[in-house]
Structures are given as C-alpha cells and as structure tokens.
C-alpha cells in the first residue's frame, strides 16, 4: 500500500489568530446550485471487504495491516469502532468481545445492504453527495472497486443521493494514460445514471492528489495539465483535491502548479492533520482561506474547503465544538460547497458514519477510544446530526451562529449526566477581572486561586460553558478556605442558556454567606432540574469586599 493523503500529516502553519470575518451574506459570486455548488459532500471510501463476503479481493480489505489474518489488537488498521447495530452481516475478527459482550463483528463494503444502510443515512442527515474514492483500479483491488461503484451506484439512485467518481492517483505510476482509459472504459457509463452528480449540467468527476509535495505524487505541471484539461474537454466539471497550500506553492504543495490548480472548475483543499482545534481552524480561516476564496473568486472557480470531525484517536473532537467552528468559519467565508472528509474513515478516525459511542461498544482491551472519549455522551449518530445543521447553515435554512445547536444526545437514547462537578475545567467567561484572578480559577479545582471582578464596579458576572445542555439542580459555591477570608455575604442571581445568547434567571438574586468556620462555601439547590449549557452568575453585592469572588464555581446534575 502506498502513501496517500490518509498519511499526509504535514505541519500546519503556525501563526497568530487575527481578526475573523464578518458574517457572510451569502456565498461569493460562482456557479449556481448543484449537486456539488451549495450542497455538503461526503468523501466515501467504500473499501472495507471481509473473508467470505463474495469480495474478490478475499481479505480483511483495509480492516487490518496484514489483509489475510482478522483484525485484532495487534493487527490492527483502525482509529475507531462503528456501531454494528444495523448492519444485518458482521464479519466475526479476532479482537475479544465488546464491552457488552457481544461479539467483535464488522462490515464488508461488499455487501449491498452495507452500502444501502450509509446511502439511507446520507439521505436521513442531508449529505448531498459521495465523493466515491477510486484508486489504481488495475491492480489487485480493481475488481472489487468496479463492483462497489456498482453498489454505490444502486444505494444513491435508491435513496435520491448523488455521488461521482473521484479519482485519488496516490501511488499511481502509470496514472497519465491509464486514468483517461479507466473513464473512457469503465466509469463514464456511470454517468448514464439519475443519481450521477452534475455541475453546471457537466457530470462531475474529481482528481485528488495532483501537486503534493512527496514522492508518492511525482507528476510534472504538464502532466497534471494534461489530465485535467482531458477531462474538461470531454464536458466533465473537474474539481481538484489540492494541497493545503496550492495557492503559495510552499509547505505540502510543490512550486510551479498554479495553472494546473486554476484548470479545475472546484478546488478543494486537504485539511486532515493540519488543524486539531478551534484556534487552529481559525488561524487557517485568516491565513489560508481567506486568501484561497479571493483567489477562486477573482477566476470563477468554485472554492469547496474540506471540514473534518476530527480523529477520534488524538481527542479531537472536542464532542462537535471543533466541527462546527469549521462549519462555521467556511459559511461565513462564503465557500460555494462543503467537503468532509470522510464518511467512513474509520482508518483515519475522521468519520462522521454511527461510531461506538461508550465502552460498551467496543471491544474489551482495543485501545480504540468511543465517542464519549471526553466525558461528554454523543449518541452514535452525532456527527451525522452535527452535518445536518451544517448543511442547512450552509443553505440558509439556519441561521449562521458560532454557537452549536445539535445536542450530543437526543430524546430517549439521553444518558444520565457524568456524576461529579459539570462544571470541573470547562470554559469560562467573564464581565471583568482584576489583576491575575480570571474566571478560569474557579473551575481548576484548587480552593486557593479564585476569581475577582473589577473592584466598585459591581454588578459583574462569571459564567461556566458546560459544553453540552444537562439537567442542573445544584450549584456550590466556594471562596477560599483560608480564615484570613473573613466571612462575607455576596448577592448573587443565576441564570442559565442553551445557545450562550438568550439568558434566562433560574435564581432570583439572593444573599448567600461564606463562613470560614464552615469552610466558605455556599449552596443552593433550583426549584427542579433545568436543561442549561451556559450558567452565569451575577454578582450585585459582597459585603467583604466591593467584587465578585469565588474560588469555585461547581455544578451538579443531583
């Protein structure tokens, strides 16, 4: 197997975070509506067989670093674990069984049921279109390839999808002539199709990998060229997985490719492995994407950045938050399209197809880390959920918000909330503070740092982002235990939001006393539980100092 952009994990660029945009009325000038322009592409690989499956191939295809033998803790090519639960054939591997005690079973992507169940997801959470990833097809692989094209082909036409061939040339030595034979022979009769993606009444069909700066990408600019313009002549609209920065020609992409990159009618830009976090994708939005859009915008071609959920393995996730500031960092950019990637890496960790959500669901002694890595319970579907509203942001049918609205968990399937303090290092946010006492201290668990308000100018608050809405009943409050804090009474109201907007007041203003000879806390319990993510509390009086102070800041949901 050779290098391809799952192990392209160059450095991203290290710089500081400047201003970000305005909120974008509406996308920047391009093509109109599609099936890609306006709408979120899903990349697919479709590459998982098993033994006995009917798979030519006849191995554990991409489940496993050695094909021929089961997947097993030690032969293992997996970052997550799906969730079996609707796939009617699992394939038994040689991990022990899940935490449940159910077997450790996966799925073949030859198997159509398979393919029909992520097609019947595509369409129950709004992801338009597949990006169905093609590689060398004449190698050993090839004619398993062939028929899950067949299969995605008949999964999209049932479920009123779209999808089209993208072409990854990742190791591909002879890509030049045999790409153009390969849609001359094979994948053009795809088109014929009702499902086949269409842009600006062109069947689409994409390349990924041209101008990479690695050895597994060796072609010359008039190579590249020469392809792309192939395809363009044969009245395909042609969208390009480019390097991160194609645009300078610097860091993963090689120098002396801008005219193949402004060949494509899209250009869509690798993002997996050079953000990790919300800062990053903001960094990236000012330093890189604002200047790819102007540059797409200035040439008519159509910009589609790449949004990922992040790899569940390096507890990216961050349970939706670093998902949607890209969401919402693209919208606002005013990209023509969406592409994420992917929905069925579970190789790289970046799928958004039904993962494990807990323990329960993966097998005892993997390694492998479930959805709720960070203490926060997401249903399975989650990053499916999380899609949804971020395609409808992106159409206009939601309006654009920083502020993620898809609940880790829905209905019934809602856990019970983690025990202990909700409100343990979570972010902070403040009215002021004074000198070096911010508001992160009183959530860090030590009863000696605190937070102070900007003294004689009360009122002023503190607010805790518990990061998901939770059932809270109780709050406790503390200053430090030290008696050189004499006791004081501060007034204090609570009030509570689940959009970081709309504040509405859970607890009148009230007195509540700190005593060091009972160790300076204060509680108080609400009239019932209420389902908040945001908590302030608003501090209009202190009779021991002219301030809001508090050491802790905890929330439970009992």
Not at 460 to 471: E, G, K, M, S
Request: with cysteine.
């Amino acid at each position: 197997m050779g290098i391809s952009r799952r192990s392209l994990l160059l450095t991203a660029a290290a710089a500081s975070t400047a201003g970000l945009l305005p909120a974008a009325s509406a996308r920047a000038a391009g093509s109109p509506p599609g099936d890609v322009v306006g709408r979120i592409t899903v990349g697919y690989q479709g590459w998982f067989a098993c033994p006995g499956d009917g798979a030519p191939i006849n191995g554990w295809w991409h489940w496993s670093q050695d094909w021929s033998h089961a997947p097993s803790p030690g032969n293992n090519a997996l970052r997550a674990w799906p969730d079996m639960r609707e796939y009617t054939a699992g394939h038994r591997t040689a991990y022990g069984p899940l935490g449940d005690g159910t077997p450790a079973v996966l799925f073949s992507s030859y198997d159509q049921q398979t393919v029909d169940t992520h097609f019947r997801w595509m369409r129950e959470y709004g992801c338009d279109t597949a990006a169905l990833q093609r590689f060398d097809p004449n190698g050993g692989e090839g004619a398993t390839r062939d028929a899950v094209t067949a299969k995605v082909r008949s999964a999209a036409e049932a479920n009123d999808r779209k999808f089209y061939v993208m072409y990854d040339v990742s190791g591909w030595t002879s890509m030049q002539e045999e790409i153009k034979a390969d849609w001359t022979d094979r994948m053009s009769r795809h088109t014929a199709s009702t499902a086949y993606a269409r842009q600006n009444g062109m069947p689409v069909v994409g390349i990924w990998g041209f101008g990479f700066a690695d050895a597994n990408h060796p072609w010359s600019p008039a190579a590249c060229l020469d392809v792309v313009t192939w395809f363009r002549a044969r009245g395909c609209y042609v969208t390009g997985g480019v390097p991160t920065y194609w645009r300078t020609g610097v860091n993963d992409s090689r120098p002396g490719y801008l005219d193949v990159y402004h060949a494509f009618h899209m250009i869509s830009p690798w993002m997996v492995g050079r953000i990790g976090t919300t800062a990053d994708a903001d960094r990236f939005l000012t330093n890189v994407q604002q200047g790819d859009q102007a540059d797409c915008n200035a040439r008519g071609i159509d910009y589609q950045p790449c949004v990922l959920p992040g790899d569940v393995s390096e507890r990216q996730r961050a349970h939706g938050d670093f998902m949607w500031r890209q969401f919402y960092n693209t919208v606002r950019l005013g990209a023509q399209g969406l592409y994420i990637s992917m929905f069925d890496e579970f190789n790289e960790g970046n799928q958004i197809a039904k993962t494990a959500e807990s323990a329960a669901m993966l097998p005892a002694g993997s390694g492998l880390l479930a959805l709720d890595e960070d203490g926060t319970a997401c249903s399975s579907d989650y990053y499916l959920r999380l899609t949804a509203d971020g395609g409808r942001m992106l159409k206009g049918q939601l309006a654009l918000t920083p502020v993620r609205p898809t609940p880790p968990t829905t209905g019934g399937t809602t856990p019970p909330p983690p025990a202990g303090d909700l409100a343990l290092r979570r972010p902070t946010a403040e009215s002021s503070h004074t000198q070096v006492y911010g508001s992160g201290n009183a959530v860090d668990g030590d009863s000696d740092s605190y937070w102070e308000s900007a003294n004689n100018a009360l009122p002023q608050w503190i607010q805790v982002d518990l990061q998901t809405v939770y059932p809270v009943r109780r709050l406790v409050l503390a200053v430090p235990p030290a008696p050189a804090w004499a006791a004081r009474t501060q007034t204090v109201a609570v009030l509570g939001s689940t959009d970081g907007t709309a504040f509405t007041t859970l607890a009148g203003a009230a007195g509540y006393r700190f005593d060091p000879a009972t160790g300076n806390t204060a509680g108080l319990t609400l009239p019932a539980a209420v389902q908040t993510r945001y908590l302030r509390l608003q501090f209009t009086g202190n009779t021991g100092w002219p301030a809001g102070q508090l050491s802790a800041l905890q929330v439970f949901a009992q």
